[in-house]
T-cell receptor, first 115, second 111 residues
Framework: EPEVTQTPSHQVTQMGQEVILRCVPISNHLYFYWYRQILGQKVEFLVSFYNNEISEKSEIFDDQFSVERPDGSNFTLKIRSTKLEDSAMYFC?????????????FGPGTRLTVT | EDKVVQSPLSLVVHEGDTVTLNCSYEVTNFRSLLWYKQEKKAPTFLFMLTSSGIEKKSGRLSSILDKKELFSILNITATQTGDSAVYLCAVSRTSGSRLTFGEGTQLTVNP
């Protein structure tokens, strides 16, 4: 069964450094998402992406965040200058445009630790 | 602001018990409600509900939505230790497709 994949599974970085989290959505899906989950808290929406542009973003998704689809398969989240409070599990999700259209499928996540 | 409230937050049962997990919501322009199971990492999709009164079923799990009273329940019958997980409820709107999640219910099934 097709699935969303994410790399790396765990990333440790120092405050102020840039990180790029990578995702490969399910191959025929066209809507892509990033969510994050701070330890012990709810899963929170960050951004959605469709047709090579951001379609929706939350108040969390400020100027230090950016997303890109650099090629036909990858979808990336860049955090320009990491802060301690960016430490969280980051999930990528995708959904299709036909059949089970509104079902979002999540990847295994990248645990980001900012020290 | 969209709101999803799950109850109970935590539940401990014995294998073979039946459990009911609750999810109530407030959302502008509701489109759908989704249930996920989260074990160690990624939320795994269980059900999506869009219409009231139609039960969705998968093995020992079933779920139903009440759009008038704005809630959903997830039932698990004959629980097994492998059902131990956090069960997440999320809602989406007709405008945009972001999911708003509840806090989750931590279910522990003891042998």
């Amino acid at each position: 069964e097709p699935e969303v994949t994410q790399t790396p599974s765990h990333q440790v970085t120092q405050m102020g450094q840039e990180v790029i989290l990578r995702c490969v959505p399910i191959s025929n899906h066209l809507y892509f998402y990033w969510y994050r989950q701070i330890l012990g808290q709810k899963v929170e929406f960050l951004v959605s992406f469709y047709n090579n542009e951001i379609s929706e973003k939350s108040e969390i998704f400020d100027d230090q965040f950016s997303v890109e689809r650099p090629d036909g398969s990858n979808f990336t989240l860049k955090i320009r200058s990491t802060k301690l409070e960016d430490s969280a599990m980051y999930f990528c999700a995708s959904r299709g445009t036909s059949g089970r259209v509104y079902e979002q499928y999540f990847g295994p996540g990248t645990r980001l630790t900012v020290t | 602001e969209d709101k999803v409230v799950q109850s109970p937050l935590s539940l401990v049962v014995h294998e073979g018990d039946t459990v009911t997990l609750n999810c109530s919501y407030e959302v502008t322009n509701f489109r759908s409600l989704l249930w996920y199971k989260q074990e160690k990492k990624a939320p795994t999709f269980l059900f999506m509900l869009t219409s009231s009164g139609i039960e969705k079923k998968s093995g020992r799990l079933s779920s139903i939505l009440d759009k008038k009273e704005l809630f959903s329940i997830l039932n698990i019958t004959a629980t097994q230790t492998g059902d131990s997980a956090v069960y997440l409820c999320a809602v989406s709107r007709t405008s945009g497709s972001r999911l708003t999640f509840g806090e989750g219910t931590q279910l522990t099934v003891n042998p």
